[in-house]
């Protein structure tokens, strides 16, 4: 079976290391893909959101499965385009109905509230609203959380601390911030607790629940400091015991998978549902449509059973007689970045040490050949993943590696799983 994996960060390296291990994998593709791919399979390059270039891929190589990556190309509606191109070809993504679960705040807090699902209390409004929201921000108990309807690379959440300073960034969001993506503003309530994230296999009607990780999205420690892509995960999560797991599956996962079925959502894929718990209660922060990153990095290497079984069983929609198995152990996984990330950096830098790794799995992101050897391209670089029979051995383990890779200007948070 001929696979093709779309994207080309440290996650879709970590999809391509573990469809690897499976017997039955015939050829293995990656489009556009970094260093770390390049030495599993055959990097495309290739423009992930050009249905006709993945269409022509696809029938070159006699790919059998496409597993795509990133948001963008999901909510834009590219399972339904590839669906219509080629019927005979499996798709592990939902279609652009289920995408819009993260493609649109507005209709992921509507999806909740239909469903009752967990989350925060909020109202939407639109550009015609700005003075009903003004209003609405005046009588707001601060923190405000402002989220842009769209997609918004990541940026598009601001938690506001000063009601004018809320007002002010209200105000630029309706006028375009983020362009068509704030038109529409939704206003939440804010929530302090730990937040961590599920993630969960959908056929379209059955589920298979995998592990549970938490990411850690600043760029300083201490979790201070700017957003970034995310610096470092881990899985399994310490905090989530018996009990909030059973409420997560009862209050958060069965509810979203009914709701998706109900709705006739088109969702053959990876749900990914990030959640804060509220004095021992899951309350779901957002979904997105697809795998994590860095998450996925820490949760497939505890994946014990085969990868590729699964992403069919999701096409064929048979994923209630599939067993999904995991390893008990831990694993954490620290990003190294580019001096200067998340804002500006080089790139080119020459990687040493990489063939000495030894006891971890070192997943890429901005990497790329050149002249022979691997360069930095990006900037979060690596990922380097660890096992341990406790957080504890499995990170000193992670950051034992780290002190062995080498590039001008690396970085790294040093209290990745500080928290727990
Ligand atoms: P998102 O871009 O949707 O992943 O949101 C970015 C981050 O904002 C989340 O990971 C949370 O840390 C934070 N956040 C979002 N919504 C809330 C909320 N209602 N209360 C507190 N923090 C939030
Ligand atoms: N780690 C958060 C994300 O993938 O959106």
Request: one cysteine or more.
């Amino acid at each position: 079976m001929n696979v093709l994996v779309l994207g080309s960060g440290g996650r879709e390296h970590a999809f391509a290391w573990k469809l690897r291990q499976s017997a039955k994998l015939g050829q293995l593709f990656i489009a556009p893909g970094n260093a770390g791919t390049g030495a599993l399979g055959k990097n495309l390059d290739l423009d992930m959101n050009a249905v006709q270039e993945i269409v022509d891929a696809v029938n070159r190589y006699a790919i059998d499965l496409v597993l795509v990556g990133p948001e963008v190309p999901l909510v834009d509606g590219l399972v339904d385009e590839l669906a219509e191109a080629l019927p005979d070809l499996k798709v592990v993504g939902p279609g652009r109905s289920g995408a819009q679960l993260e493609g649109s705040k507005s209709f992921a807090k509507d999806f909740m509230r239909r469903h009752q699902i967990p989350t925060a209390a909020y109202r939407e409004f639109g550009t015609d609203d700005l003075q009903a929201g003004l209003a609405y921000l005046e009588n707001h108990a601060l923190p405000i959380v402002l989220k842009a309807d769209g997609l918004a690379a990541g940026k598009g959440v601001l938690i506001c601390t000063d009601r004018a300073e809320a007002k002010n960034e209200f105000e630029a969001m309706l006028e375009g911030k983020f362009g068509a993506a704030s038109s529409k503003v939704v206003v939440e309530q804010f929530l302090t607790g730990l937040e961590f994230s599920v993630f969960v296999a959908v056929d379209g009607s059955n589920f298979r629940v995998l592990p549970m990780a938490k990411d850690y999205k600043r760029i300083g420690e201490g979790d201070t400091g700017l957003n970034t892509g995310g610096m470092g995960s881990i899985s399994p999560v310490p905090f989530v015991d018996e009990v909030l797991r059973e409420k997560v599956m009862h209050q958060v996962v069965l509810p979203s998978v009914q709701g998706i079925v109900q709705d006739g959502l088109n969702y053959r894929g990876f749900l990914f549902i990030g959640l804060i718990e509220v004095d021992g209660e899951p309350y779901v922060i957002e979904y997105n449509c697809r795998m994590g990153d860095p998450e996925t990095q820490s949760v497939m290497p505890r994946l014990k059973s085969d990868f590729l079984e699964l992403c069919l069983a999701i096409c064929d929609q048979r994923l209630n007689q599939h067993l999904v198995e995991i390893h008990d152990e831990f694993a954490t996984s620290v990003v190294m970045v580019s001096g200067g990330y998340p804002e500006a950096y080089e790139k080119g830098k020459p990687i040493a040490g990489l063939e000495e790794v030894k006891k971890s799995t070192v997943f890429h992101a901005g990497t790329k050949i050149e002249y022979e050897g691997v360069v930095t391209n990006g900037g979060r670089v690596l990922a380097v993943t660890a096992m341990g029979s406790s957080l504890e051995e499995a990170l000193q383990q992670s950051y034992k590696t780290i002190d062995r890779l080498d590039f001008e200007g690396k970085y790294c948070r040093r209290d990745i799983g500080f928290d727990l």
